[in-house]
């Protein structure tokens, strides 16, 4: 049997790496935060002194960057990156990194090698269901309200609602218009609004769904 893979995207705010991790935590697979990679190889080469817009240093640092990557954590080249990869400075840089096709093609390598290491799992991302794993099990596209979003986003790194409204809405805006593996709903997704609803709640909603597509493929 193929490894099962299950695809989490959507837009920054949605519930992905809460919804993603409890997923993998119910159904006892593996969990892989793809923009924590994005953030890690931004995080390298801001320390490296690089910049981000740099394509050609930054795509060498994507390839040669080491990751040791838990459900929790990220090591950098042998440093625990796990805070400093959810700083402003890398929130402003980031998506510079991920416009980088040479970066995503590393990325994208990375990511299908951790399936075949894991056996099948729970991938959270931009463009897992897309791009890196077109016959995922399920794909599944979360999203929530602007104003939710935000509100989430402040809870978990403080700051101020409306200014990081309109961070989101920018990051998206460069995340959806990038011409390589933009962020986008595939037809085959299925949508899945977290606004109103309980974390539990759309965990259940994803194990039905997911037990419906393995009973019927
Ligand atoms: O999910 P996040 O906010 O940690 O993602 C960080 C950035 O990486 C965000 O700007 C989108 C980008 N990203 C991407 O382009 N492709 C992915 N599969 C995951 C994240």
């Not at 997923?23 to 935060?33: E, F, H, K, N």
């Not at 080469?45 to 040669?64: I, S, Y």
Request: charged share 25%; proline share 3%; no cysteine.
């Amino acid at each position: 049997m193929l490894p099962v893979v299950v695809a989490i995207d959507g837009p920054a705010g949605a519930g992905k790496s809460t919804i993603a991790k409890a997923l993998a935590r119910a159904l006892s697979v593996g969990y892989l935060d793809t923009g924590a990679m994005y953030r890690g190889v931004t995080w390298a080469v801001l320390r490296r002194g690089l910049q981000a817009t740099d394509v050609e240093a930054v795509a060498r640092v994507a390839r040669e960057v080491v990751f040791v990557q838990t459900a929790d954590s990220l090591h950098v080249d042998g440093i625990d990156a796990t805070s400093a990869i959810r700083t402003p400075e890398v929130d402003a840089a980031v998506s510079h990194v991920a416009v980088n096709s040479d970066v995503r093609g590393e990325m994208r390598e990375r990511q299908r090698q951790w399936i075949v290491e894991h056996g099948g799992g729970v991938v959270e991302g931009r463009d897992i269901g897309s791009v890196v794993f077109p016959d995922a099990a399920l794909k599944v596209y979360l999203v929530a309200s602007p104003l939710v979003r935000a509100q989430r986003r402040v809870a978990q790194h403080g700051g101020d609602v409306a200014e990081i409204t309109r961070a989101i809405a920018e990051r998206d805006q460069r995340d959806s218009n990038r011409d390589d593996s933009p962020l986008r709903q595939t037809p085959d997704a299925v949508v899945v609004d977290t606004s109103e609803r309980t974390i539990d709640e759309v965990v259940a909603d994803i194990r039905q769904l997911l037990t419906a597509r393995l009973k019927s493929s």
